[in-house]
């Protein structure tokens, strides 16, 4: 196809070239009009077939690629043998590589259920039901049976646990933390209190209640301290609960005390961060279980 343009080119200009001689030598000649007449013939003659071929060449591509359809490659019987054994090697080649795969060797394995006599289905497994007894310790405001403020007490002591702990007053958020992230965060978000820190001592003396039970939190130094009562309402609850010694686990953590919340300050015309100061308290949670058949 590439030759075939090449030609018609050549041909046209060719045939532009002889028609320009042919008007110049008319011009020479004082003879415009028979120039003209030669060099139109010349072109006609050149032209015509020129065209005849370039346009017989292009039905010919059109039907060579309409028409053009996919032989498969036919094989001897030598050669499909051979090809046969080919794939064969490559099968077991793909099969060493899946055994071999990590992926495959963490394949999750499907669930069979194993067979038990019917003696063991018929003895039914005990299931542990977890729940939740949750209280408030009573009187934080007034003084302890040492005669301290418990209040300041709370305060101090648990200052000094976190240092000793290490943990972070206000949840370690900043006040540019705490305009971004959060709404409100308590001074003591991040301190808890577990088992053998907290201890119930009843209290039959107690002029008020003879069933009254006190609360103590051992806050790591020589002494432990009394923070206040246990709810008039649940200390039955609570001492036939210690005494079943169904107990799973014991933890406090404060409430209340110091908060740090967004504000919106007038003047400034922004939102800021500020300090309040709430009655601070200690709600004591107990984990235990029931049983049943």
């Not at 046969?84 to 669930?111: G, M, S």
């Not at 939102?271 to 279980?289: A, Q, R």
Request: glycine share 4%; with cysteine.
């Amino acid at each position: 196809m590439n030759q075939l343009l090449n030609f018609i080119l050549k041909v046209t200009a060719i045939s532009a070239v002889i028609f320009w001689v042919l008007m110049l030598l008319g011009f020479l000649m004082d003879s415009e009009s028979i120039g003209l007449v030669t060099g139109i013939i010349i072109l006609i003659i050149l032209g015509i077939p020129t065209f005849l071929l370039y346009k017989k060449a292009f039905q010919k591509k059109a039907n060579h690629t309409q028409h053009r359809t996919y032989e498969r490659p036919t094989y001897s019987a030598s050669k499909n043998i051979d090809i046969q054994k080919r794939n064969e090697t490559f099968d077991d080649l793909r099969v060493e590589a899946e055994v071999a795969t990590p992926v495959e060797i963490h394949k999750k394995q499907e669930y069979k259920p194993t067979q038990t006599s019917k003696q063991e289905k018929a003895i039914p497994t005990p299931t542990v039901d977890s729940r939740r007894f949750t209280f408030n310790v009573a009187g934080v405001t007034q003084h302890n049976d040492k005669n301290r403020d418990i209040q300041k007490l709370l305060r101090r002591f648990g200052k000094l646990y976190c240092e000793e702990n290490l943990i972070e007053l206000y949840g370690g958020f900043t006040n540019k933390d705490i305009l971004e992230y959060v709404f409100e965060v308590s001074e003591f978000v991040d301190l808890e209190f577990k088992d053998n820190e907290i201890s119930f001592v009843p209290e039959p003396t107690n002029e008020y209640d003879p069933n009254a039970i006190k609360v103590f939190i051992d806050y790591g130094n020589e002494e432990i301290h009394h923070i206040g009562y246990v709810p008039k309402k649940h200390t039955a609850e609570l001492k036939n609960l210690l005494d079943s010694k169904n107990v799973l686990a014991i933890t406090a953590c404060y409430v209340g005390g110091k908060i740090k919340e967004i504000d919106y300050d007038l003047e400034k015309d922004k939102d800021i961060v500020v300090t309040n100061e709430l009655t601070s308290g200690v709600k004591v949670e107990i984990k235990y279980k029931e049983q049943k058949r």
